[in-house]
T-cell receptor, first 114, second 115 residues
Framework: AQSVTQLGSHVSVSEGALVLLRCNYS??????LFWYVQYPNQGLQLLLK??????LVKGINGFEAEFKKSETSFHLTKPSAHMSDAAEYFC????????????FGKGTSLLVTP | KAGVTQTPRYLIKTRGQQVTLSCSPI?????VSWYQQTPGQGLQFLFE???????NKGNFPGRFSGRQFSNSRSEMNVSTLELGDSALYLC??????????????FGAGSRLTVL
């Protein structure tokens, strides 16, 4: 069975600082991996995806993530935080033997302080 | 291109009632999935429909059901509502990419409150 662990339910950074949101997965087969962002009272917006091509994936709004098979990780980073980045972030894994349904982590709430 | 549209956005029901939620996918998307989001359980997969057939199902009781129409629009129904059914219900439509990945685009959700 696959699972997704997001370390840190709340992360606080200063505006302009590095953003690092951690995601680890467990799977016996190669996964598809995703990061989604959710703003208050909205649905989920896709930030980026790993679909077995390049291991360093660039997404929208300056975010990127690196798939590290040896560490079973898919951490999300952004060099410089902006106030508008404050939101809830979800990592998700998708596998063929689960019919490609997304299995989400519990989420990380990002707070950006001035 | 219009996104995924969910109606209604907000609704309040009482225990024992039933509710129907609607989802219109992105034009050309034939797959529609439903997820439940609660503070306690997080985001959980309900089911997926493709070409009017349920292709995949999560671990929810039979009170939760869905269907898809020939125009790919989907509805989900919850019967005999319980307090614990209060949640944000998210619909997503998707296209299967050449990589094999099923990339979901979500709607804004329907927030159900059960009193």
């Amino acid at each position: 069975a696959q699972s997704v662990t997001q370390l840190g339910s709340h992360v606080s950074v200063s505006e302009g600082a590095l953003v690092l949101l951690r995601c680890n997965y467990s799977s016996s087969v190669p996964p598809y991996l995703f990061w989604y962002v959710q703003y208050p009272n909205q649905g989920l917006q896709l930030l980026l995806k790993y679909t077995s091509a390049a291991t360093l994936v660039k997404g929208i709004n300056g975010f990127e993530a690196e798939f590290k098979k040896s560490e079973t990780s898919f951490h999300l980073t952004k060099p410089s935080a902006h106030m508008s980045d404050a939101a809830e972030y979800f990592c998700a894994v998708s596998l063929v033997h689960s019919g490609y349904a997304l299995n989400f982590g519990k989420g990380t709430s990002l707070l950006v302080t001035p | 291109k219009a996104g995924v549209t969910q109606t209604p956005r907000y609704l309040i029901k009482t225990r024992g009632q039933q509710v129907t939620l609607s989802c219109s996918p992105i034009s050309g998307h034939r797959s529609v999935s439903w997820y439940q989001q609660t503070p306690g359980q997080g985001l959980q997969f309900l089911f997926e429909y493709f070409s009017e057939t349920q292709r995949n199902k999560g671990n929810f009781p039979g009170r939760f059901s869905g269907r898809q129409f020939s125009n790919s629009r989907s509805e989900m129904n919850v019967s005999t509502l319980e307090l614990g059914d209060s949640a944000l219900y998210l619909c997503a439509s998707s296209l299967r990419e050449s990589s094999g990945a099923n990339v979901l685009t979500f709607g804004a959700g329907s927030r159900l409150t059960v009193l």
